[in-house]
């Protein structure tokens, strides 16, 4: 038989590996539930699996050739493949029985490897000599190739980083925001948690997404502990943990500690937001690390850096918006320095680490090592100051608050309407007169006051005002209709309802809505960025807290239940009794 190999799994997601050198595909789908009987015959298997599509329906089996699951036809829900002359047939509905039942039998476990054989792990496949065409003496039959049959099931596809593990130390915002968006490439992304509090922000609240379904399922021993009680899933976490694996370890357990050094050995990534030298404490430093798997790309997120006379200090946005220049640059200028609405610098180097690390990545294929990758919130917002910082550089000028307006172009602020409030900017001459014309103003781009940009900045006051003695007047919906096809850029200041209801919002399908297995339906903000090839997006509902530590000691470090009992019994894992 062939050899199918099924990488890693959860509830929602299977990703496998067609052939000793085929394509890598992830199949997931969003409906919630089990079907018992794949649940008893999975439970009675030996725990490796091959999925078998060369005809329909499609057929999960087991890898002594025991039939498990048998799905087909065109009752698929999603998503599909099509050989191509031949008709449609669905790979996702077998798949999620196959899916479900492993990561909630008895037994909670999928090899990744045939019986008798070495494991195979995640870099081996990123290793094959060249993507093969997803056939080739494979399960999908001999000389056959498959294809997408519409947008939906190109989601299906692996994404780029399909094959990557990564091992998530880290909470909060900066780092938790870095691996979502490594999850939502395709890389498989375990969280480690405290396993009583787990991450802080869970209880940070309200609002909360109030559980629909009971947590806790029947009695199954000592080993299985009554989930941790939260007022419900908060929108906080929520917003950057899709995508996600939960595993809760104590890492000042000496087991726990070993059960993150095996992990560390079988990733490729491992991101962190400790002060500096307390993963050392632990034995888990870079250093530490290294030693175990030298191909390890390790990233360090922490307020200051790791060098440097404030290097123990810790970091938060809010403190470092204010040391590092963003808040003085920020509000009215006859008002106080104030925050930016949302923590922009956390953000900002969660994207400057997850841009790091797809580096690192790539030279680690031509050197065969990995690297220490040292960010920190202040250089971050150092590097945010752009043209400002650069005009104190280069011209020694002190910056400013500007409020909404710009320091070298006018007009370009917020103007008050009638009900509401309007940005414009006009950049050029040409977008002045432009609006100048739809204001009825068309004496302004030749009044000497005005003439050019640096005149309109000289002359500000007195030509804001000539624009707010007509805005003013208008309501809101009535400049936007004044001034459409104009050609300059400009908008409504919208609050957060209002932006979530955008017209373009809703086109580009910007909001995911995915199922949570005891939260309901959720709605979560998707990628940002648009790929024509890769199944890029929403897989995974955020992880509770623990919910896959018996799946991943058992998948990935391979486990038996004996290892499982030692793990729980010595306080480094905690597995729970989720129903």
Known sequence: MPRDVVVWCDPYSVTYRVGDHGSVFTLYEDKRGLMESVKAKVAKSNGAFVISAYSTPVVIRSADGVEISRRGGASAPHHQYQQQGSPTKSAVAAAADFRRANAMSPLRHVSNYRAGEQPLHRQDLLASPSPAPLAQKSLLGANTRWSPTDGAAKDMAAGPLAGIRVLDLTRILAGPYCTMLLGDLGAQVIKVEHPTRGDDTRTWGPPFKLYEHPLTGTDRGPLYKDPPSFPGESAYYLCVNRNKQSIAIDMKADEGRRILVDLARHSDVLVENYVPGKLTQYGLSYEDLREVNPRLVYASITGYGSTGP??????????????????????????????????????????????????????????????????????????????????????????????????????????????????????????????????????????????????????????????????????????????????????????????????????????????????????????????????????????????????????????????????????????????
Request: proline share 5%; with cysteine.
């Open 310 to 579: 404030y290097i123990g200090r810790a970091g938060y946005d809010v403190i470092i918006e204010a040391e590092a220049g963003l808040m003085h640059i920020t509000g009215e200028e006859d008002g106080g320095p104030v925050k930016v609405g949302v923590a922009v610098t956390d953000i900002m180097t969660g994207l400057y680490v997850h841009g790091a690390i797809m580096a690192a990545l790539i030279s680690r294929a031509s050197t065969g090592r990995g690297q220490h990758l040292d960010a920190s919130l202040l250089q971050t917002q150092v590097s945010m100051l752009a043209n400002i910082g650069s005009n104190y550089l280069i011209g020694g000028m002190e910056a400013q608050r500007w409020g909404t307006r710009h320091a070298s172009i006018a007009p370009y602020q917020v103007f008050a309407t009638s009900d509401g409030s309007i940005c414009i900017g006009a950049g050029n001459n040409k977008q002045f007169a432009s609006l100048c014309h739809r204001l009825q103003q068309p004496g302004l781009p030749d009044d000497p006051r005005f003439r050019t940009n640096a005149d309109r900045v000289k002359n500000r006051a007195q030509l804001v005002s000539i624009i707010n003695q007509t805005l003013s007047v208008m309501t809101t919906e009535e400049v936007l209709a004044l001034l459409e096809g104009c050609g300059l850029p400009y908008g409504p200041v919208n609050n957060v309802a209002q932006t979530f209801a955008h017209p373009q919002v809703l086109a580009r399908r910007v909001v995911r809505e995915i199922e949570h297995p005891f939260a309901g339906k959720i709605n979560v903000v998707g990628p940002a960025v648009e790929y024509s090839e890769s199944g890029v997006g929403v897989r995974l509902p955020p992880p509770m807290l623990g919910q896959h530590t018996e799946l991943v000691l058992r998948s990935v470090l391979g486990y038996n239940d004996q290892q499982v009992e030692r793990a729980v019994s010595s306080g480094g894992a905690t597995i729970y009794n989720y129903k």
